[in-house]
């Protein structure tokens, strides 16, 4: 049955009448051969008729077999470095220009030169160096000899430097050395992995945790293990820049919505919905994205809303709460506890254990599906070096203080609500500022007035202006305090620049008066003169 | 398969792993936090039973000290090399041979977590000679070995299909999260997830076993077994210690004791465990540029910058490197990280055959001849991503013959030394250090501190130009958290101690004339890898005096220039088929086979047969992180195993491998027996 496949091949083949009359008799003579081998099997006569019945029916069935064959032959013969030598815009080179070509090129240089009074280089120049632990009241390498309070570190529930972690941190250190020399899948899986884990989803009254070794690639890895090309996420346009990164790896069809808007997240959710309702249209996997606290302004989200809109619309929810969790709720389990929703509402929550725990590391938890799918799917979790054992240990720790000691963030929430009322006067009395935190939020934004005063429409001049409220408030108040830093070329959407304080309950009343008046004072002294 | 695990372990002692009360994996499902308290404790006390340094008297200190009167320690009654069957043969806890403690001194480690072996034989340096190629030539299997390992794919493939038909069927609750339901596609389709729950779960057992204590010379596994063909597994509370031949403990560094612990324990003290946010905030401690002017200085660059991870520190320093209009060569088996980050640049990508010269060099005259798809501009810049040791391959890098293309096709080049670092090398440098090339030749070297240093997180190293701008514009320092002070300390003192800090300076041991401090090699011959300034040091910092003067870095990486090329060259010599670098810390050894892979791991454990029953916790690796037929077994050496470790290994090797029928190599000069193997160690090293 091949005769006819490939015949036409010979013919081609063939250029003069002598080797082509040769190549038949061969062709014939292999042919009756292979005729033979195959009639001598048993159970041929079967076969035969099976096949020739089945071309019978259907003759675009052999010849889509054929391109199938040459189209896998060429993939199996193709270099898997050279590419498409022949396509049309190839340009064919002798050796000669090729060289010529090589010696002409000249790269840009690695990265490009910078002058020495640029922006870059003032900037790291003006790096804060912290001498000694950090915590509510450090020492800067600027000036050793001076305490000054620390508004720019994240140390929500004041866990840095407590006495009870360091305990845990050198006997856990004494058990298991530093590192773990070995990823997860290896022999990087430590019990005190799994002790957090089991921790982390109790606090959560979640089914399932998995750990991360940093923060930031937990939810960069966690979307992409998640959602493919071809699937749809509908995001928060304000979502931070690891979100964006996940976003960005899942190659899914990413639709945002106005940030903290709910009208028009429905209204996304809902064109999503009819385009999947119309026939012939593909399941597909659907996500919601966004945060708890968003790192980018301190507002908070509206959980219940989210969750009404996601079941009606068949989304399933991601939420990050590298912000939240460890922060905000009564005893700091984040959004869910803030918003009264149970953990298990809400499909898949990624954290930080670095924020609100003061320890080291992400997490992601939701069904044991959601988790096991991670431990062999997402690259951060597999192709990575498992999380430093005494890290875990002071983790589970802080988790077990933060459970037993709801006074911590009734702390952190009285300073909330006087730092709130000392800026706030600053923004209604003297519209210098515009605060988009949400009141209760203990990481706090401050931003120019849209429309900003001034001729402060560029970005780069209002974060040198902000930059100089920063270094006044450091030199004239003792406060430390720092301006959002962000990747400005590198953000899908432009968040309005900032300057980000973030509370902490290991501070004192009276420290937080003290430098939410240096805060203010820095403010009106810097903005006021330009406002004029 | 039925290979259960005896109930009772001759191997499994008591003294090591505590009493059978302390918390297990059994009870980690509690509501309650668990602080895993109680255990710690004791093996924190555990860690204090073996005085730390040499003591004055001795003899009066074995006769009084509890645990050392009962190891094998020359000079005392009964000192003899304990053969396997003997009732005090128990290799993980007590020297084999015995150790000349009166000469040597009590040594400050524990023998579990770093072997004690003494003898200046088994020591070698890692450098290149050129009278052998980069590249080695792999054997090949016999045809039936490909046969039968495409037969047993078809098989399992097959057989998983018929189950899925089936199971489909008459256990729809296994499949909800599969298939779509209530109007949500599955979360992962049951098509996306056929490989791992039909072929990957049947191997499961062999993967993340969960393990407790230090990753060091040994490890403590816990014992677990299942019902349900590796869906759940069940925890009896057993442990088990086992020879740790799988961590990346490439120096030994990972200690719970010893003169790095006792430093990280005086940082935690002083620092607490955390930094605070991200570097540009206000992440940055004194600690963060100790230790980065350190990481510059070991590996001779201008400055260094450190990430907390070491997969993000190839993810988030790449997207600040390169971007649109720029060209990324990557090799076509670079880490996962490396496409993670190339990815995110939004740079163009192409890849070139593993650790194939020619190739690149085709690409590349493709390539800059070619420009830009389309528009044929030129390109920005082109990158070209390496890796210094193959983490599966255990192959070097090609970097002579990589030097010569750069300077011909001026690309910028970047060498991920995540296995290399420390590992290689007269001075443990790494690859440049290795083939004798300076530094300089390479853009940006970058490396992870979770292996040999036995840190966590990553290090990216260049001129400063680069390093400031990365300081700024890396997506880590921007937004990721900062390094813990805990883990930064881990990583000044194990650097430290490796290059030696200046005063005083290291001196060479007295029977190794070949060591060398400076670099010398075929192309350059600058001293640049001297010790450590003091002023580089945290003035707190208190180093013992063996890890000051770099004489114990040196031992270290001695010990595992030795081991790797003993190992490597001793199973090969035996007939396995071994691929990599003789002197990489890496060692693949194929197994082809697929049921070949749970089967050895199991075994080692298990120890079939043989007089000697200490288990051997090993790693497999196969597809998809291994093309399709070559499923491997993945031995990762480290300075802390002593040549009677790597023996009991190969003896080990051996019994299995015959089993297994895994001999299919064809050594020069014959395959020889497992004991000439090792009565000739040290000529199959220097050889």
Redo the contacts between chains.
């Keep these: 049955m091949n005769c006819s496949v490939l015949e036409p091949t010979v013919l081609l083949e063939a250029v003069s009448p002598h080797p082509f009359e040769d190549v038949l008799v061969l062709w014939a003579l292999f042919v009756s051969f292979l005729q033979r081998s195959f009639t001598s099997l048993p159970g041929s006569p079967i076969i035969r008729r099976y096949v020739v019945a089945s071309y019978e029916n259907d003759p675009y069935r052999t010849m889509l077999e054929i391109a199938i064959a040459a189209f896998a032959l060429r993939t199996i013969l193709s270099?898997?470095?050279?590419?498409d030598r022949t396509g049309r815009?190839?340009?064919q080179?002798s050796e000669k220009?090729?060289d010529e070509?090589?010696s002409d090129?000249?790269?840009?240089?690695?990265?490009?030169?910078?002058p020495e009074d640029s922006v870059?280089?003032q900037?790291?120049a003006s790096?804060?160096?912290?001498?000694?632990?950090?915590?509510p009241r450090?020492r800067l390498?600027s000036n050793e000899k001076k305490e000054v309070l620390?508004l720019?570190?994240?140390?929500f529930a004041g866990?840095?430097?407590?006495e009870r972690?360091?305990k845990?941190?050198?006997?856990?250190?004494?058990?298991?050395?530093?590192?773990?020399?070995?990823a997860?899948?290896?022999?990087?899986?430590?019990?005190?992995h799994?002790?957090l884990e089991?921790?982390i989803s109790?606090?959560l009254q979640v089914p399932s945790t998995i750990l991360y070794?940093?923060?930031?690639?937990a939810i960069s890895?966690v979307i992409p293990s998640?959602a493919k090309r071809g699937?749809i996420i509908v995001a928060d346009r304000l979502c931070?820049?690891?979100i964006q990164?996940g976003l960005?790896?899942s190659r899914s069809t990413v639709k945002y919505y106005d940030h903290g808007d709910m009208s028009s997240l429905e209204a996304a959710l809902s064109v999503v919905a009819r385009e999947g309702a119309r026939k012939g249209a593909r399941?597909?996997?659907?996500f919601i994205v966004t945060e708890g606290l968003f790192e980018n302004d301190g507002s908070i989200t509206d959980l219940e809303k989210i969750i009404e809109l996601k079941r009606k619309y068949?989304f399933?929810l991601i939420l990050d709460e590298g912000m939240s969790f460890g922060v905000i709720g009564a005893t700091g389990r984040g959004l869910t506890e803030f918003s009264g929703v149970p953990a298990t509402e809400v499909d898949i929550i990624v954290g930080?254990l670095?924020?609100g725990l003061?320890?080291?590391g992400g997490f992601c938890s939701g069904?044991l599906?959601?988790t096991s799918?991670q431990?062999?799917?997402s690259?951060?979790h597999?192709?990575?070096?498992s999380?430093?054992a005494?890290?875990a240990?002071?983790a589970?720790?802080g988790?077990?203080i933060l459970?037993s000691s709801p006074q911590i963030f009734t702390t952190l929430q009285e300073h909330v609500k006087l730092a709130r009322s000392i800026l706030d006067k600053v923004e209604s009395k003297y519209d210098l500022i515009r605060i988009p935190s949400h009141p209760l939020s203990p990481l706090i934004h401050i931003q120019l007035p849209t429309p900003p005063f001034g001729d402060l429409k560029d970005i780069q001049q209002q974060e040198r202006l902000l930059q100089e409220v920063v270094e006044e408030c450091l030199t004239t108040s003792g406060v430390?305090i720092?301006r959002t830093?962000?990747?400005p070329d590198?953000e899908v959407f432009q968040p309005q620049p900032s300057i980000k304080l973030?509370l902490s309950s290991g501070l004192t009343k009276k420290e937080v008066e003290r430098s939410m008046q240096g805060v203010k004072a820095a403010l009106i002294k810097v903005l006021g003169s330009k406002k004029r | 398969m039925g290979l259960k695990k005896p109930t009772s372990s001759p191997s499994r002692s008591p003294l090591s792993l505590g009493p059978k009360s302390t918390p297990s994996l059994s009870t980690l499902t509690t509501s309650s936090p668990i602080t895993a308290h109680d255990s710690l404790l004791r093996l924190a006390r555990r860690s204090q039973d073996i005085p730390p340094s040499p003591g004055s008297s001795i003899a009066g200190l074995i006769a009084t000290s509890g645990p050392l009167s009962k190891m094998n320690l020359a000079g005392t009654p009964g000192a003899h090399t304990i053969s396997p069957g003997e009732p005090n043969y128990d290799p993980l806890e007590n020297p084999v041979t015995p150790y000349p403690v009166q000469t040597m001194g009590v040594p400050a480690f524990r023998h579990e977590e770093f072997g004690w072996c003494a003898n200046q034989e088994y020591r070698h340096t890692s450098t290149y000679s050129d009278k052998s190629p980069v590249q080695h030539e792999s054997d090949e299997p016999p045809y039936y070995v490909f046969l039968t390992t495409y037969i047993s794919y078809l098989l399992l493939i097959s057989i998983g299909h018929l189950r899925d038909f089936f199971g489909k069927k008459f256990y729809p609750a296994y499949y909800k999260d599969l298939i779509p339901y209530d109007g949500y596609a599955a979360l992962n389709s049951d098509f996306d997830s056929f490989y791992t729950r039909r072929l990957k779960t049947r191997l499961d057992d062999c993967f993340g076993k969960p393990v407790t204590g230090v990753p060091g010379r040994s490890i403590v596994t816990f014992d677990r077994t299942s019902d349900d063909s590796n869906l759940n597994f069940k925890y009896s509370g057993e442990k088990t210690r086992c020879l740790n031949i799988s961590s990346y403990n490439y120096l030994g560094f990972a200690a719970a004791t010893g003169g790095c612990a006792d430093a990280v324990e005086e940082s935690i003290r002083r620092y607490g465990v955390s930094a605070g946010g991200p570097r540009l905030d206000a992440g940055t401690l004194d600690l963060h540029l100790q230790a980065e002017q350190l990481v510059a200085r070991f590996t001779g660059k201008e400055d260094a910058m450190v990430v907390s991870m070491g997969f993000a520190t190839n993810s988030t320093t790449l997207p600040a490197l390169v971007g649109k209009g720029c060209l990324v060569i990557s090799d076509e088996l670079n880490h996962s990280s490396i496409r993670f980050g190339t990815r995110l640049s939004g740079a163009a990508v192409r890849s070139f055959k593993h650790n194939d010269m020619g190739e690149l060099e085709k690409l590349l005259r493709e390539v800059i001849s070619q420009g830009q798809p389309r528009t044929h501009r030129p390109w920005k810049k082109i990158l070209v991503i390496v890796e210094g040791i193959y983490s599966m391959e255990g192959n070097l890098v090609d970097l002579p013959m990589l030097i010569k293309l750069k300077a011909k096709y001026k690309f910028y080049l970047y060498v991920d030394e995540a296995h290399s670092i420390g590992g290689l090398g007269p001075n443990g440098r790494g690859v440049c250090d290795y083939f004798g090339i300076h530094p300089s030749n390479v853009d940006i070297l970058m490396g992870t501190l979770t292996k040999s240093f036995g840190a966590a997180g990553g290090y990216i190293a260049a001129d400063k130009a680069t390093i400031d701008r990365l300081r700024l514009r890396s997506h880590a320092a921007v937004y990721a958290e900062s390094i813990s002070p805990a883990v930064l300390t881990q990583i000044i003192a194990a650097l430290g101690s490796i290059m030696g800090v200046s005063p005083p300076l290291a001196l060479p041991p007295p029977d190794s004339p070949s060591d060398h401090l400076s670099l010398s090699g075929p192309l350059t011959s600058h001293p640049v890898y001297g010790p450590a300034p003091a002023t580089a040091l945290p003035a707190w910092l208190n180093l013992p005096p063996a890890l000051l003067n770099g004489t114990e870095g040196r031992e270290r990486l001695r010990r595992l220039a030795f081991n790797a090329r003993y190992l490597s060259t001793g199973l090969r010599k035996m007939g396995f088929i071994v691929w990599g670098h003789r002197d990489s810390p890496i060692v693949p050894m194929l197994t082809f086979n697929p049921a070949k892979m749970p089967l050895f791991s199991r075994m080692m454990v298990d120890r079939m047969g043989g007089i000697d029953q200490t288990p051997i916790v090993v790693v497999v690796v196969g597809y998809p992180a291994t093309p399709l037929v070559s499923s491997r077994v993945r031995f990762c050496v480290s300075a802390s195993h002593t040549k009677d470790d790597i023996d009991l290994l190969l003896r080990a090797c051996d019994e299995v491998g015959t089993v297994l029928d895994l001999k299919h190599g064809k050594p020069e000069g014959g395959m020889w027996d497992v004991e000439r193997v090792i009565a000739n160690a040290k000529e199959l090293v220097i050889s």
């Design positions: 270099s898997r470095t050279r590419t815009n190839f340009v080179l220009e090729i070509l090589v090129w000249t790269p840009d240089p690695l990265v490009p030169a910078v870059d280089n900037l790291l790096l804060p160096i912290i001498v000694g632990p950090t915590g450090v390498a620390n720019a570190s994240y140390n866990l840095a430097m407590s972690l360091k845990v941190a050198t006997d856990t250190l004494r058990a298991y050395g530093v590192g773990t020399c070995s997860p899948g290896f022999l990087g899986t430590i019990d005190v799994t002790a089991a921790n109790s606090f070794a940093q923060d930031f690639s890895s998640f699937d931070n820049f690891s990164r960005q790896l399941l597909t996997r659907r068949k399933r930080s670095t924020r003061n320890a080291g069904t599906a959601v799918h431990r062999i799917n690259a951060a597999v192709f990575s070096a999380l430093p005494l890290l240990t002071t589970s720790e988790i077990s459970s430390m720092t830093r962000r990747l590198q973030a």
